[in-house]
Every structure is written in structure tokens, then in C-alpha cells.
């Protein structure tokens, strides 16, 4: 029985095909694009990531000074050791001045003939011209800028019906406005280096794989991440001709907000490693090779489940843990 329903359905594809040569053609030339392009996809991933040579980055931006926001721990400190080692001065800004005082030392015993400079500034709070107007004045301060990093973030797990205005609004004012101010505060300079000094400058930005996996107890930190890629998307449309601005959308990176238990973590050196290697090549970046591939899998949608219940089982083990 099974070879008669074989023989029926050869028989009708091949008159079918016989009938519809034309259509026949099209359905394989689709066929040979579709593998084709998937191929030459995962063989440009494969060679940017793996083989293509990174930019000497202090010769690109001619050295100067880096900012980098929340730049005590996690992936601001990632960057601020990173930035450290290619040679580049440090403009280090966060609101507790004895971690500030002590990365400062730490980088100093690593990398002695750099100049390091410390804005202490707590961004937990609503934007008002009169607020920040102490920041703006240090960055005015500041000399030869080069690179700006909008690291500074916070997060918020907790269903959005249990989460208190304060949580949400803190997440608001710690991913949004700093990222947003940042730029309008240094974007002139940046352009001015680049436009009437012929030296390039860069704006990184990060923003996270939440933007792509949108998962429950992640409302505010999920809507807040859209917003910072959108956001360096444009501003890469409209002054990419002489700023690099680059985004990135890392997942998990060990912190004070993930620890070291958390699916696919890694370390915030390593990231930024990876991201650093894509700096002037891209404008949007996973970072490390490992968020590339977890973000690609857990968009589908049965692999996504698998992942919100691990995320939930870490959550409540982190918990359990503080109680």
C-alpha cells in the first residue's frame, strides 16, 4: 500500500513538474538561494568572528580618553580594562567614589603611563537641566575625548504587577536618560574631533539580548533595551559618516545584577574583548560568539520556553539564596 501512495505522488509531481516547467524552475532557483545564502551567511559569521583581524583601535581614534558609565563592575569595568590595555586614557564615571578610587588604583598597577579621570555621579535619578549640570561641567572638564561607553544599567525580574513604581522607575532613569544625555552631552566634541581634526571617534552603546527575547519579568529592563539599540541605530544613521557607533546586545555577563550561575554567563573581560574586535567593522554586535548562538536558538519558539524555565528556575535559586 505504501508503494502504491509512492508511485501516485511521483507520478503527480512529475506531471505536475512536466506541466509547470516554469514554475518547477522557480521553485529550485528559491531552493539553491535559500542554501546558497544560508551558507554564505554562516561562512561570513564564521570568518568576522573567528578570522578577521581586529582594528588597531588607539591608532583608529588616535588615542584620547574613553568614558565609560557605571564603570565599577560588570561590563563597565569589562570595557574600562580593556579600553586600559590598548593604551587609552580613562574617564571613569559612577556614583560610588571609594569603587570608583579603587578600580582606579587597580588599573594604575596594570597600566602605569595611562591618565585616568573619575566623575562620581549617581544616575538613579529623573533627568532636570540642574541635576545633571555637574556631570556636564566635568565632561567639559575632560580633554581630548575619543570614545564614548553607555554601559550604565539596571535591571528588574519581577512580573510587572508586582514590580513597585520605585523598581520601575529606577530602571527608566538608570537605562534611558544616561544613554540618551551622554551622547547629547558629548556628541558635539565627537564631531567637532572628527569633522575639523580628521580623527575618528566612537560611540558604544549597550543595550542587550532582551531586546530580542522578550521574557516575562523583564517588562521594563526588555522595553528599556529596545529602546537603547533603537536609539544608536538612528544615531549611527545620522552621524555615521564620522562617528563609529556600534551596539551591542550581550547576553548574560557576570555582575552585580548576574552571577556567575546564570545560563551561558560570561565574564565581562570576555566580552568585551569580542565586542572590541568588532568596533569600527559593525554597528550592531552580540559580542562574545556564545550570545550569538544562545539569542539565535532561544528566538525559536520551543527552545525559548526551555529557556524562560531556566531563567525562572535561577531566579528563584538566587531567591532562595538572599533570603
Not at 121 to 132: L, M, R, V
Not at 172 to 179: A, G, K, R, S, Y
Not at 253 to 282: C, Q
Request: net charge positive.
Amino acid at each position: 500500500m505504501l508503494s502504491d501512495i509512492h508511485d501516485t505522488v511521483r507520478q503527480n509531481l512529475e506531471s505536475f513538474g512536466h506541466k509547470h516547467t516554469h514554475l518547477m524552475a522557480a521553485f529550485c532557483l528559491y531552493g539553491a538561494y535559500t542554501v546558497g545564502s544560508t551558507a554564505l551567511g554562516w561562512s561570513w559569521r564564521f570568518f568576522k568572528t573567528f578570522l578577521r583581524p581586529s582594528k588597531n583601535l588607539f591608532k583608529r581614534y588616535h588615542g584620547g580618553y574613553v568614558v565609560v558609565t557605571g564603570a565599577t563592575n560588570g561590563l563597565g569595568l569589562g570595557y574600562a580594562r580593556k579600553f586600559a590595555e590598548k593604551g587609552f586614557n580613562l574617564v571613569l564615571v559612577a556614583r560610588n567614589s571609594e569603587k570608583l578610587n579603587t578600580v582606579k588604583s587597580e588599573l594604575l598597577r596594570s597600566h602605569p603611563d595611562i591618565d585616568i579621570k573619575l566623575i562620581q555621579f549617581d544616575f538613579d535619578k529623573p533627568y532636570t537641566e540642574e541635576g545633571y549640570a555637574s556631570l556636564k561641567e566635568s565632561l567639559d572638564m575632560m580633554g581630548d575625548i575619543s570614545v564614548l561607553v553607555n554601559n550604565v544599567g539596571a535591571i528588574g525580574t519581577n512580573l510587572f504587577e508586582d514590580m513597585p513604581i520605585d523598581i520601575i522607575t529606577r530602571v527608566m532613569n538608570v537605562n534611558l536618560i544616561p544613554q540618551v544625555v551622554m551622547t547629547k552631552f558629548l556628541l558635539p566634541r565627537l564631531l567637532r574631533r572628527s569633522k575639523e581634526e580628521g580623527k575618528r571617534t566612537a560611540i558604544l552603546s549597550v543595550s542587550s539580548a532582551a531586546h530580542y527575547i522578550r521574557l516575562p519579568k523583564s517588562t521594563m529592563y526588555s522595553c528599556t533595551k529596545s529602546f537603547n539599540k533603537t536609539f544608536s541605530d538612528v544615531i549611527g544613521k545620522e552621524y555615521g559618516k564620522y562617528i563609529d557607533v556600534m551596539v551591542t546586545t550581550p547576553g548574560p555577563v557576570i555582575s552585580n545584577m548576574v552571577n556567575e550561575k546564570a545560563p551561558f554567563v560570561i565574564t565581562p573581560e570576555a566580552h568585551a574583548r569580542w565586542v572590541l574586535s568588532d568596533l569600527g567593522y559593525n554597528t550592531e554586535t552580540f559580542g562574545h560568539y556564545r550570545h550569538w548562538m544562545s539569542t539565535t536558538m532561544f528566538r525559536l519558539p520551543l527552545l525559548g520556553t526551555q529557556f524562560i524555565k531556566m531563567r525562572d528556575r535561577y531566579l528563584n535559586d538566587k531567591s532562595k539564596s538572599s533570603n
